[in-house]
């Protein structure tokens, strides 16, 4: 009669899978919370310590870490010696073991850390050439399904199985790893678990394949994101996506990003009670719709039949909001390869992960924040009461544009934006030509200090009436005289937002 030693703490499927097992001729072994489920649904059990003469102890802290236990899972029954110790000691093989882990990742503490199940999840998985290991309910009935067909559990499967313990358990302690790290940004080492979340169409080019991961026990908003129609998604479609889904919700009146290869090209924010996110999207489209076509349009409020309408002629790769209404999605579902997804406001990121030969680059994530009281105006002339909405407008999206960065802002709508420059007055005149006579009495901002005064001079000349930059310059007082010679105003943030 095989074997099976059943430790659960996650009793989903547990009573129909044993009782599977039961019907096909097998004995259980079991204790503590999974034994008594399992007796009071009817299931034949054997308590694990009548085989080990030990009753739980130390508050249940052990309970199979006994050789009667890890000697039956471990035995290799092709080696003359083990089975030979197995007969003089008593010790039944063990031919499949169904555990899965206390819940540390939801509920972090000592007292959840497994010490007894992960032996035994290790220790099934080393001898898989002999024993099957099953760590997620979600492999129950495959399992069931072979054991009824077969009487056992293919070598196939038991390796398949295997691999995913071993994850399983590198998962579990790379959790407790970070979480005794004692909160460090950037703690020593740095032990990764991530399991694939989504195949991708590809990677960014065609050739390359692509995939999403997540990090193990984590979820992100794209894991409770609805794509309602449209092709798979690729590798580029999920970074633009992330990256206009991000800057959006940052804004808390109705706003649009359109971002076209991780840069924003057009960003618009709308205020009043008449405000409509279709005015947003209008706006946002008009800052560059040259670059907006083939771009991902986000939104921060449900998606109107107007702003459906407004965009159905306007190719465009996806777009992401809270909610769809169901006429705009109609509309919208007509263009068959234009993704559509609803999604929850970003959770935030932990780390910001970048490979290079040999490693990572790692770092904490940036996001500018709207601080006045840290900021300061350095010039004679302060902004106006009325420049204050789109300085704070131009600050976010600046932090989001590629470096060197320059953001031109009217009127809560981002209308010149340069970008990803080798210096910065070139992304000056790329952001004043894309303004034209928008430009006029707009507000600058700058990812970085000006190092000269010409990219100053660029803006200003263009009609700019305002400029936000972090300042730290060796040559901030000739900016700063430049400023005053224009007549504009200045604000020094202390804080730089490079993005590479």
């Not at 300042?471 to 590479?500: K, L, N, P």
Request: glycine share 8%.
């Amino acid at each position: 009669m095989p074997t099976a030693l059943i430790s659960v703490y996650d009793k989903t499927g547990v009573v129909d899978f044993a009782s599977s097992l039961h019907r096909a001729g097998w004995k259980i072994l079991s204790s503590g919370g999974t034994a008594r489920v399992l007796s009071e649904a009817g299931v034949e059990v054997t308590d694990v310590a009548t085989i080990t003469g030990f009753e739980a102890i130390l508050g249940h802290r052990v309970v199979t870490l006994h050789p009667a236990i890890h000697g039956g899972i471990l035995a290799d029954l092709d080696d003359a010696e083990h089975r030979a110790d197995l007969e003089r000691l008593g010790i039944e093989p063990i031919s499949l073991v169904v555990v899965n882990l206390y819940p540390f990742a939801s509920q972090p503490s000592i007292e959840l850390i497994d010490v007894g199940g992960p032996a035994m999840v290790r220790g099934a998985a080393k001898n898989h050439a002999h024993v099957a290991v099953v760590v997620r309910p979600d492999d129950y009935s495959r399992v069931a399904a072979e054991i009824a067909n077969t009487g056992g559990v293919s070598a196939a499967t038991r390796r398949e199985l295997a691999a995913d313990a071993f994850r399983a358990t590198a998962e579990y302690d790379a959790g407790i790893a970070t979480w005794m790290s004692d909160g460090a940004d950037l703690p020593d080492s740095l032990i990764f678990a991530a399991e694939k979340a989504q195949s991708l169409r590809y990677g960014e080019n065609p050739h390359q394949a692509g995939a999403r991961y997540r990090w193990a026990g984590e979820r992100g908003w794209w894991d409770d994101a609805v794509q309602h129609g449209g092709k798979e998604l690729s590798y580029l479609n999920v970074y633009d996506t992330e990256a206009a889904w991000s800057l959006v919700n940052r804004f808390p009146s109705p706003a649009c990003v359109i971002v076209k290869h991780a840069n924003p090209c057009g960003v618009a924010v709308v205020d009043g009670p008449d405000a409509a996110i279709v005015d947003a999207y209008r706006a946002a489209n008009e800052c560059d719709p040259v670059s907006a076509f083939g771009g991902i349009v986000a939104v921060n409020r449900p998606v109107s039949l107007a702003m459906a309408t407004a965009l159905a002629p306007v190719f465009t790769e996806v777009v992401v909001a809270p909610s769809f209404d169901a006429d705009a999605l109609a509309v919208l579902s007509e263009k068959k390869n234009l993704r559509t997804i609803s999604g929850t406001a970003p959770r935030g990121r932990r780390l910001d992960v970048r490979s290079i030969d040999g490693g990572l680059l790692v770092q904490t994530p940036d996001q500018a924040t709207i601080d006045h009281g840290a900021w300061r105006v350095v010039t004679k002339v302060q902004p106006a009461p009325s420049q204050w909405s789109d300085i704070d407008v131009a600050w976010q999206v600046v932090s989001a544009v590629s470096s060197n960065a320059i953001v031109l802002v009217n009127g809560g709508c981002a209308v010149g934006i340069g970008a990803g420059q080798q210096n910065r007055l070139d992304s000056a005149r790329i952001a004043v030509e894309r303004a034209a006579a928008r430009a006029k009495g707009s507000v600058c901002a700058s990812d970085a200090f000006f190092p000269f005064r010409d990219g100053l001079d660029a803006v200003a000349a263009a009609g700019a009436s305002c400029v936000i930059q972090p300042g730290g310059s060796v040559r901030d007082d000739e900016v700063i005289a430049a400023a005053d010679e224009h007549g504009i105003a200045m604000i020094f943030t202390g804080h730089r937002h490079f993005r590479h």
